[in-house]
DNA sequence: TCTGGGGTCCTAGGACCC
DNA sequence: TCTGGGGTCCTAGGACCC
């Protein structure tokens, strides 16, 4: 059997933890910039904020319903999930971390105990550790563990732990098929137009019908809702293929020299995140462009790529790399939005080198970048960065309530009064 | 004024090989 | 009149996930 446990209403479940008094308010956080909605309390679902909407868009409602509204805090949600984990590993060491918020259980290792009571014991225990609510769905496969799970969120009778029950049927009738794990909106669409409506009316569907009219995907979900395994645990992270780092900018962006900062900024954090996954990237892609929404401004959408040759995960060579891109996609009387780099391309291992490259000069770089990096490490993220990046702040992240990292900064821990 | 930031996989079509 | 039968690799676009 596996296991899915999954926080309930994560982000805003971590903003509670450190901050009782949101307990039984309407809580939304926002994506970076606080742009959109990416969280919601049960009672901000119920006032019906939904996922994604411009907070722009929805003020009226916020100050109606006095609604929380918290910036993300990501330092935070990555420190509470780490807490989370680490407590669900205490039942079983087979648990593959499939997002922030979630993690697939193989239970197998549970035998001769009662995987329900266990699971309840587990939710229990992480509710009084970390402070989150969890719901935990069990079942033959994940894409049952997922039903199991969506129905125990959806029906808190169930006291936030379901199994899929023997026969499956009665469950899996009352699941719609775009709340199938795999089925999005457009393939939901689809099925629905031939008759299919719930999970039940996708397991019973011919499987080569579904592999000619959709993909071997939608063939291997309506084969794993029948409790044929296709998909396994998967504990050790596959190594990433791609590679991309970008931001719209707190504040529409008109010079060249806020543009190369930022575009080096990234360029910096992409390097960065090579190195610690000890990869090089072949392949580097720059763009920019303007806003995507606003009908009244002239719009403008560049991207260029070079390759990089030797392959590399040198800080110095991918800004580089990065301005020379840059530099001719830039146009002058444009309000810029987003930019970004993305290395869709990424290796292992030996390189191939450059003709014109010695020895000496590469050794020289990864000596360079271990310094870097162990600096940074020991004494914070950018204390020593490149002058590419510059020293303004003007196009960054806006934030304007951002909760404090409670459990990761020394100077931001939690004070109790009285 | 104002709309996130990442990833994966699959398929079709074109370019190339013999 | 009339033009084979296999392959591989790459890319773009579209679906999906959180």
């Not at 397991?203 to 995907?217: G, Q």
């Not at 940074?376 to 196009?395: E, I, P, V």
């Amino acid at each position: 059997m596996y296991a899915l446990a999954d926080c309930n209403n994560f982000y805003a479940s971590c903003e509670r933890v450190f901050e009782p008094k949101l307990e039984r308010r309407p809580v939304v956080v926002l994506s970076n910039n606080d742009g959109c909605i990416i969280a919601r309390s049960q009672e901000a679902k119920d006032i019906g904020f939904k996922m994604g909407e411009p907070i722009f868009k929805c003020q009226p409602k916020v100050h109606a319903h006095r609604v929380i509204v918290r910036s993300s805090n990501f330092s935070l949600y990555g420190d509470m999930s780490r807490r989370v984990m680490q407590t669900l590993r205490l039942f079983t060491p087979d648990v593959e971390v499939y997002s922030i918020d979630e993690a697939f259980l193989d239970l197998s290792g549970l035998v001769g105990r009662c995987t329900f009571d266990e699971m309840a014991r587990m939710r229990a225990t992480v509710l009084r550790w970390t402070g989150i609510p969890i719901s935990i769905g069990i079942g033959k496969t994940k894409t049952l563990a997922k039903l199991a799970n969506h129905y125990a969120k959806k029906h808190p009778e169930t006291g936030g732990v379901a199994e899929i029950p023997d026969p499956p049927e009665t469950m899996l009738r009352k699941v719609d098929v775009g709340d199938v794990w795999g089925v999005g909106r457009q393939w939901s669409k689809k099925l629905q137009m031939i008759g299919i409506q719930t999970a039940f009316d996708l397991a019973s569907a011919d499987e080569t019908h579904l592999r000619k009219s959709f993909n071997i995907m939608a063939m291997k979900t309506a084969m794993e809702l029948r409790g044929h395994r296709f998909f396994g645990l998967e504990q050790t992270p596959e190594q990433r293929k791609t590679l991309l780092r970008s931001r719209s900018f707190g504040s529409a962006v008109t010079t060249w020299k806020d543009m190369s900062d930022a575009i080096a900024s990234h360029a910096t954090r992409a390097a960065e995140k090579l190195r610690q996954e000890e990869l090089v990237a072949k392949h580097l892609r720059v763009f920019m462009h303007t806003s995507l929404f606003n009908q009244f401004e002239p719009r403008y959408s560049a991207s260029d790529g070079v390759d990089l040759l030797p392959p590399t995960n040198t800080t110095h060579r991918i800004i580089k790399a990065a301005l020379d891109i840059a530099r001719p996609l830039w146009k002058d009387g444009f309000r810029y939005k987003r930019a970004g780099v993305y290395m869709p391309d990424l290796g292992k291992g030996p390189v191939q080198q450059c003709l014109f490259d010695t020895e000496t000069k590469i050794e020289n770089d990864k000596r360079m970048m271990r310094v870097l990096d162990d600096i940074n490490a020991s004494m914070g993220a950018g204390t020593l960065h490149f002058a590419a990046s510059g020293f303004s702040s003007k196009w960054k992240m806006r934030q304007l309530n951002r909760s404090p990292r409670y459990t990761t900064r020394w100077d931001e821990l939690p004070v109790v009064t009285s």
